[in-house]
């Protein structure tokens, strides 16, 4: 089944001599069927070399062997968003429409002559699958799909002291204040989203846990008949 799915962008300038960020902003993505499904926040809209570019949310990992950094995207767009295209060079590439989609609607904001000191809400509206959530799990974490359209790696599962679980979101810390805070990279607005994804993240927790528990068993099966082998007379 396809929906309408919505790119809102909500855009806040930044006001600061020297810095090239010149705004920040909150993107919300909504099914026509399926509500709200996701806000992605700290996206940049940055001025460089080349004039005026958006930059989506990336996390800084640190080697803790050799001290070196790295980035990487904080949401990874599903191959099925991806189309082929020819660049200026007349090279063909593939890109994804969605983030695209996102980048432009920011970017169209932000140059909007509606907007001065105040921020400012743009939506777009395309057509696209209706969107499934399911998650998959390694030992150290999980991967949250919404169907067709995006991925959010580094997603935890967590339980608090009454034993209530809960799913963490890829987060940042800012100082505000005076104090440090956190904010999630992404985050459902809906509840009966944020449900969703804590079950499929349970589901596939839980998946990984059976799994681990067979692998343990045949391990053991094998270690003792390797024992009986040693117990053989020759």
């Known amino acids: 089944m396809r929906e309408k799915l919505k790119v809102e962008s909500e855009i806040y300038k930044v ?3 020297g810095s090239n960020i010149k705004a920040n902003a909150t993107v919300t993505l909504s099914g026509e069927n399926s509500g709200a499904l996701l806000k992605i926040n700290n ?3 940055i001025e460089g070399k080349n004039g005026i570019f958006v930059a989506l949310p ?3 990992i640190v080697n803790k062997e050799t001290n070196e950094k790295r ?3 904080v949401i990874r767009f599903d191959e099925k968003t991806f189309i082929e295209s020819t660049n200026e060079n007349g090279e063909t590439e593939k890109k994804s429409w969605l983030e695209n989609m996102i980048k432009g609607s920011v970017k169209r904001a932000f140059e909007s002559p509606e907007l001065k000191d105040e921020k400012i809400t743009k939506d777009e509206r395309v057509d696209s699958e209706q969107v499934n959530v399911w998650a998959s799990s390694t030992a150290k974490n999980n991967t949250v799909y919404l169907g067709g359209i995006i991925n959010i790696p580094n997603v935890f599962l967590n339980e608090s002291k009454e034993g209530e679980k809960y799913v963490k979101m890829p987060s940042y810390s800012f100082e505000k204040d005076g104090e440090k805070k956190y904010k999630d990279y992404v985050y459902a607005p809906a509840e009966t989203m944020r449900e969703k994804i804590k079950e499929a993240v349970i ?3 839980e998946n ?5 528990k067979q692998n343990e068993q045949e391990s053991n099966i094998n270690e003792a008949e390797d024992e009986d ?3 053989l007379p020759f």
């Open 15 to 17: 006001d600061k001599e």
């Open 71 to 73: 980035y990487e995207p």
């Open 229 to 231: 082998d040693l117990d």
């Open 58 to 60: 990336t996390r800084e």
């Open 208 to 212: 990984i846990q059976e799994k681990e």
């Open 43 to 45: 996206v940049k809209v």
């Open 203 to 205: 589901k596939a927790r």
